[in-house]
């Protein structure tokens, strides 16, 4: 897993790529912690468009990200998943709670709404 991410007033921007499995987990929940500590971000867009496998373990990653930015008021939503990846958020239903938009631009659209509504 290779995790890489972007500041972009006041958004990160998040893309995993190659692999979220089991044996990652770890490795992505310090990486995230760190990020949320560091940056303190008012949104989060998780790019998921290069990512080549994803298990359970990866998608449960991904809930608790989003449920730990919730916790501290940071929006959450996903972007550019890839055909394989979303098709584990449909059948997981995670796409009913998290927001999952085709691109980055809608994705952009939805943090910067939303943070306009809280001000």
Do not use: W
């Amino acid at each position: 897993m290779k995790l890489t991410y972007y500041i972009n007033e006041d958004v990160c921007i998040m893309s995993i790529e190659e692999q979220l499995i089991l044996d990652q987990i770890e490795n992505f929940k310090t990486e995230t912690e760190e990020m949320l500590k560091k940056d303190q971000p008012q949104g989060i867009i998780l790019q998921l468009h290069k990512i080549t496998k994803i298990d359970s373990s990866g998608i449960g990653a991904i809930v608790t990200l989003f449920k730990k930015s919730e916790k501290l008021r940071i929006l959450f939503c996903i972007c550019r998943p890839n055909p394989h990846v979303a098709e584990r958020l449909e059948i997981t239903r995670v796409n009913r709670t998290i927001p999952v938009y085709k691109t980055e631009e809608e994705a952009i659209a939805y943090i910067a709404d939303n943070l306009g509504r809280r001000k």
